[in-house]
């Protein structure tokens, strides 16, 4: 019997993504069906592929950033209709009871979220599969709507790397009158560029990759400092208020610390896998703090949704086809990424 979705998966740690077809539920009462249209490359993606946060569930299509066209819509569904532009981003449900769904931050989910791959779905027997792929079906709670200006394969990333940088800039009060620094100029780097700059703060990006300069600017970047020369870190002492660090790699988090101004804060979003070595001084000299931030709740991606249509801000995407992700994935870890790897779903 031939399966209703086509897409590609890891079926090991390691292993390249091969061409997969399986099976999603029928649709419920509250549920959309979706075609997907665009699937971005997440360094997520890469890390659990890889198994680098742990061991990983596999067969695993991965993907969290679609962006679709629905198809269909359950009898009970009220939030979306057929033809509409959907979004779905890095989980597909929570427990919706908690203190922190209830407010809307469902990536906080007391239970734990239920993440859109690399786990069970909800009813704890079904395994999730990702975004790479060309059917979806979802929640309609769990997913968003895309603004009717904004081509779908820019907007994909906005799915993960678009809401994990808008939500730190908007709760660490980043805008008009602060300096703020992004760590790494990648997927989730050029949008927290992007966002900072429209809400009006100071821009600084630190970049390993100097060739990375015109574009920063041309993103909206203010100031661009290459982090491969050691003088760099001298010269930005003491400047920042806030620093959104995305690098993917591991790296001397104290050097970047030093950066900060009095009171300033070091929001930790790459996630390398292993430690951080933190020495205390470094946050003592200045009153400082090191925070975290993941992804962003639904109302939230709403809201970043409806402002990126306003302001008609996209990601900067290179459009691939499904036999080029192996290729992708190598080039995203040797930061050659401009700036984000986007699967044209028509291709699987
Ligand atoms: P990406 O596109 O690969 O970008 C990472 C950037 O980090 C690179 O472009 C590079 O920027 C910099 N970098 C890489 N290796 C480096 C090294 N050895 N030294 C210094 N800088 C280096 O990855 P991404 O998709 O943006 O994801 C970034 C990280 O965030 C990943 O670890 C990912 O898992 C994590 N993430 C976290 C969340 C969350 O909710 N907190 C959500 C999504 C992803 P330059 O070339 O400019 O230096
Ligand atoms: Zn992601
Ligand atoms: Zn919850």
């Known amino acids: 019997m031939t399966k209703n979705t086509k897409g590609y998966a890891a079926m090991g740690a390691k292993e390249k993504l091969v061409p997969y077809e399986f099976d999603r539920r029928e649709l419920g009462a509250h549920d959309v069906a979706l075609d997907v249209l665009y699937a971005g490359i997440c360094h997520s993606d890469i890390h659990q592929v890889r198994e ?9 299509v991965p993907g969290h950033e679609i962006a679709g066209i629905v198809s269909k819509v359950g009898t009970g569904v009220t939030k979306f209709k057929v033809g509409d532009k959907i979004g779905i981003g890095v989980f597909i449900d929570s427990c919706r009871k908690c203190s922190s769904c209830q407010r809307g931050l469902q990536q906080y989910c007391l239970e734990g979220m239920t993440g859109t791959y690399n786990g069970l779905e909800r009813n704890g027997v079904t395994p999730a599969m990702g975004g790479y792929c060309d059917y979806f079906v979802i929640n309609e709670d ?7 200006n904004l081509p779908l394969e820019g907007v994909a990333p906005l799915m993960c790397a678009g809401i994990t940088l808008y939500s730190p800039i908007k709760h660490w009060d980043v805008g008009s009158g602060k300096k703020v620094a992004v760590m790494g100029l990648g997927g989730l780097g050029h949008m927290g560029v992007k966002f900072a700059a429209a809400l009006g703060a100071d821009v600084t990006v630190l970049s390993h990759s100097p060739g990375k300069k015109g574009d920063a600017l041309a993103m909206g970047a203010h100031h661009f400092v290459d982090t491969s020369s050691e003088a760099a870190f001298a010269e930005c002492a003491g400047t920042f208020d806030v620093i959104l660090n995305t690098v993917s790699a591991e790296l ?18 790459g ?9 205390v001084g470094s946050l003592l000299s200045g009153r400082r703090s090191i925070g975290g931030s993941m992804i962003g709740g639904i109302p939230e991606l709403q809201e970043m949704l409806n402002l990126c249509g306003e302001k008609s801000i996209v990601s900067d995407v290179e459009v691939i086809k499904a036999d080029y992700i192996n290729e992708a994935y190598e080039r995203t870890v040797a930061s050659d990424v401009k700036y984000r790897f986007v699967i044209d779903a028509k291709t699987f």
């Open 52 to 60: 680098e946060w742990g061991p990983a569930l596999f067969p695993m």
């Open 271 to 279: 996630l390398p896998g292993k430690p951080y070595a933190v020495h």
């Open 142 to 148: 769990y997913a968003v709507h895309i603004p009717e």
């Open 252 to 269: 001397d988090i104290n050097k970047y610390l030093n950066l900060l101004k009095l009171d300033g804060t070091l929001v930790v979003i």
